[in-house]
Nanobody
Framework: QVQLVESGGGLVQPGGSLRLSCAAS????????LGWYRQAPGKERELVAT???????YYADFVKGRFTISRDNAEKTVYLQMNNLKPDDTAVYYC????????????????WGQGTQVTVSS
């Protein structure tokens, strides 16, 4: 089985920075695309950024130029560096793996972490 565990959330002032991490556990051979999503109270979950297994990146317009997604395949971890944070960035941030393939064979699709709270406020 596989688990995704987010960390790094917290309270930060507008204009500040935060770095989120999402570590995958298990005997993982390959993780395909990874993504960060967020959900604010009263709103639907929205895509923030994705990164493919080859390192290609996509960003939602509202974070472009401020956030950077990266991954460390050896550590089985995906990161989200968030700079120049705004109050509208306040949300629970979730990481997602579209497909995880295990050394022993087999794979699991659409794995979600439990989320980490990011609050941007003065």
């Amino acid at each position: 089985q596989v688990q995704l565990v987010e960390s790094g959330g917290g309270l930060v002032q507008p204009g500040g920075s935060l770095r989120l991490s999402c570590a995958a556990s298990g005997r993982i051979f390959r993780i395909d695309d990874l993504g960060w999503y967020r959900q604010a109270p009263g709103k639907e979950r929205e895509l923030v950024a994705t990164i493919t297994s080859g390192g290609d990146r996509y960003y939602a317009d509202f974070v472009k130029g401020r956030f950077t997604i990266s991954r460390d395949n050896a550590e089985k971890t995906v990161y989200l560096q968030m700079n120049n944070l705004k109050p509208d960035d306040t949300a629970v941030y979730y990481c997602n793996a579209d497909r995880v393939t295990f050394y022993a064979g087999g794979s699991i699709d659409d794995i979600w972490g439990q989320g980490t709270q990011v609050t941007v406020s003065s």
